[in-house]
């Protein structure tokens, strides 16, 4: 089982970027497709980006798509989100989410290994 730590969260001003990044042990990390999720109070959990065990492909809602960037590192064992021009309605906490991936399609569902979640708060 993948242990995951995130880190960069914060608080934002709408318009401004941040990144956020998370380290992954205790497996192979290139078994794994990994992935970032939210959760905004009183909502439901909302599938934010994907990548594929290579990097190559990548995967984002209408929501995020065009303002979100992820990225990981094979070598460092990192998976990245980069956030740029935040709106107040992006505020939540934020999941770095992993799933085995050998033989597995790129999608948003499945995701099994959670990390404990980063604050971002974007003020208006």
């Known amino acids: 089982q993948v242990q995951l730590v995130e880190s960069g969260g914060g608080l934002v001003q709408a318009g401004g970027s941040l990144r956020l990044s998370c380290a992954a042990s205790?497996?192979?990390?290139?078994?794994?497709?990994m992935g970032w999720f939210r959760q905004a109070p009183g909502k439901e959990r909302e599938f934010v980006a994907a990548?594929?065990?290579?990097?190559?492909?990548?995967m984002y809602p209408d929501s995020v798509k065009g303002r979100f960037t992820i990225a990981r590192d094979n070598a460092k064992d990192t998976v990245g989100l980069q956030m740029n021009s935040l709106k107040p309605e992006d505020t939540a906490v934020y999941y770095c989410?992993?799933?085995?991936?050998?033989?597995?399609?790129?999608?948003?569902?499945?995701?099994?290994?959670w990390g404990q979640g980063t604050q971002v708060t974007v003020s208006s």
């Open positions: 205790g497996s192979t990390f290139t078994n794994y497709i």
């Open positions: 990548i594929s065990r290579s990097g190559s492909s990548t």
């Open positions: 989410a992993a799933k085995l991936g050998i033989g597995q399609a790129l999608s948003d569902t499945g995701f099994r290994s």
